[in-house]
């Protein structure tokens, strides 16, 4: 059974503080992808980043940026020099190949609701 | 390049009552994913399409949800009848064939009285 763990349930901070958010995978899966959604107040997923087992290289983007240990079973997103358009809800998701070779749904966690104050 | 549709974005219906909804998927994505996401919690697996054939319907509860993609192209999920504990945003998604970047809708969300 896969499971994604993100204990921050709300997060709070003042615009322009550096922010991170915490993820934790269970597989049993030797490949695997991880992913980060963003879910503003409009209520539509938005797409942040994919990042498959064997690529533990760490990713920068823009503002955002990402962390991958398989060692701690940890996928965190860190937000720099956050802004209040920043402010969501954010899923960390896992998903493995199935029998069939194309990909399983997604397994979702709880989500952090960010919130940048002015 | 058009997304993901889906309608109605909202619904009201009383418990007992049938509904349905409509998604789109991306042209060219042969995979088509339903979730529910259900108010403070993260969005769950219903059924998933690759092409026209069922994939994984595992959390589907079956005795009141169905789901069909006859050509391959849009889907319709139903509810029937409706019980209180399905009040939730449906969410649709889909991927290209063996890629696995799902690219999400705007949702309906549903509010059973």
């Known amino acids: 059974a896969q499971k994604v763990t993100q204990a921050q349930t709300e997060i709070s901070v003042v615009e322009k503080e550096d922010v991170t958010l915490d993820c934790v995978y269970e597989t049993r899966d030797t490949t695997y992808y991880l992913f980060w959604y963003k879910q503003p107040p409009s209520g539509e997923l938005v797409f942040l980043i994919r990042?498959?087992?064997?690529?533990?290289q760490n990713e920068i983007s823009g503002r955002y940026s990402w962390n991958f240990q398989k060692s701690t079973s940890s996928f965190n997103f860190t937000i720099t020099a956050s802004q209040v358009v920043d402010s969501a809800v954010y899923f960390c998701?896992?998903?493995?190949?199935?029998?069939?070779?194309?990909?399983?749904?997604?397994?979702f966690g709880k989500g952090t609701h960010l919130i940048i104050q002015p | 390049e058009a997304g993901v549709a889906q309608s109605p974005r909202y619904k009201i219906i009383e418990k007992r009552q049938s509904v349905a909804f409509w998604c789109n998927p991306i042209s060219g994505h042969a995979t088509l994913y339903w979730y529910q996401q259900i108010l403070g919690q993260g969005p769950k697996l219903l059924i998933q399409f690759q092409n026209n054939g069922v994939v994984d319907d595992s959390q589907l509860p079956k005795d009141r949800f169905s789901a069909e993609r006859l050509k391959g192209v849009d889907s319709t999920l139903k509810i029937q009848p409706a019980k209180l504990e399905d009040s939730a945003v449906y969410l649709c998604?889909?991927?290209?064939?063996?890629?696995?970047?799902?690219?999400f809708g705007p949702g309906t969300r549903l509010t059973v009285l």
């Open positions: 990042r498959n087992s064997f690529d533990e």
């Open positions: 998701a896992l998903s493995t190949r199935h029998s069939g070779g194309g990909a399983d749904g997604l397994t």
């Open positions: 998604a889909s991927s290209l064939a063996g890629v696995d970047t799902q690219y």
